[in-house]
């Protein structure tokens, strides 16, 4: 179709239906997807992705060892990145997950992480989690970073089989047995010599990451890095 055309026919679209931001509810404008620029302000942004040796890093990394540890947003209770969260994972909105995907891809980009990795790896859900909800928000995360990095990314490599407890109660040391056989390699798939990017969405103890990345050390990745949307 001519691009004019498609243009002055979506103009007509958002006219009689507007689309609105999944942060604040506000009708989107021209130029805007998904989220608006006003909420993609507010959000906090962490400069994780420009400091190697930042706060997750060094937090994560006393749990396996790895090249990079990064997420676009701070997390805040109540906040907006919260918001934007809950539209990903609750009220079917993958799109949301693609798009900051796109955004870190491109933030990576500009702080020289073009290169740095081979392959990109979603945390898998649970397999009834993944039938209810009809997508995973981190390979959605994945699809988006890979889109911009111009890397692959496998949402069947890595598994999850046996159901886990809620985290939330347990003890560290609870938390890491709770984890153990959790994860599984789909398909064999050769890992081996791969700068793996492994993502999520959110990170708050690792113990999930550190699952996965023990796998993936087993199976013989060269260096582990870790991009989440955002961090507690
Ligand atoms: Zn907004």
New binding site residues.
């Given amino acids: 179709m001519n691009s004019r055309f498609t243009e002055i026919l979506l103009d007509f679209v958002y006219l009689f239906f507007p689309r609105y931001?999944l942060?604040?509810s506000?009708a989107l404008v021209k130029g805007e997807e998904t989220?608006?620029t006003?909420?993609m302000l507010e959000m906090a942004k962490t400069e994780d992705h420009l400091y190697q040796e930042n706060a997750l890093y060094k937090r994560l990394s006393l749990q396996m060892p790895l090249a990079r540890a990064m997420a676009l947003f701070k997390f805040s209770k109540n906040g907006r990145v919260q918001q934007v969260l809950h539209q990903l994972k609750y009220k079917n909105h993958p799109e949301i997950g693609v798009m900051l995907g796109r955004v870190y891809g491109e933030r990576m980009i500009a702080g020289g992480l073009g290169q740095a990795f081979d392959l990109i790896l979603p945390v898998p859900l649970h397999p009834a989690r993944r039938r209810r909800r009809g997508y995973n928000q981190s390979a959605k995360f994945a699809e988006g970073l890979s889109e911009k990095l111009g890397i692959p990314f496998s949402d069947s490599t890595l598994a999850r089989g046996k159901k886990t407890e809620t985290q939330t109660r347990k003890s560290k040391l609870d938390r890491l047995e709770n984890m153990r056989g959790v994860f599984q390699l789909n398909r064999r798939e050769n890992l081996a010599g791969k700068r793996i990017l492994l993502v999520d969405d959110v990170v708050t103890t690792g113990a999930t990451l550190e699952a996965c990345g023990q796998l993936l050390f087993k199976e013989g990745c060269s260096e582990l890095s870790i991009a989440c949307i955002a961090e507690t």
């Fill in positions: 931001c942060g604040c506000d989220i608006c006003t909420c």
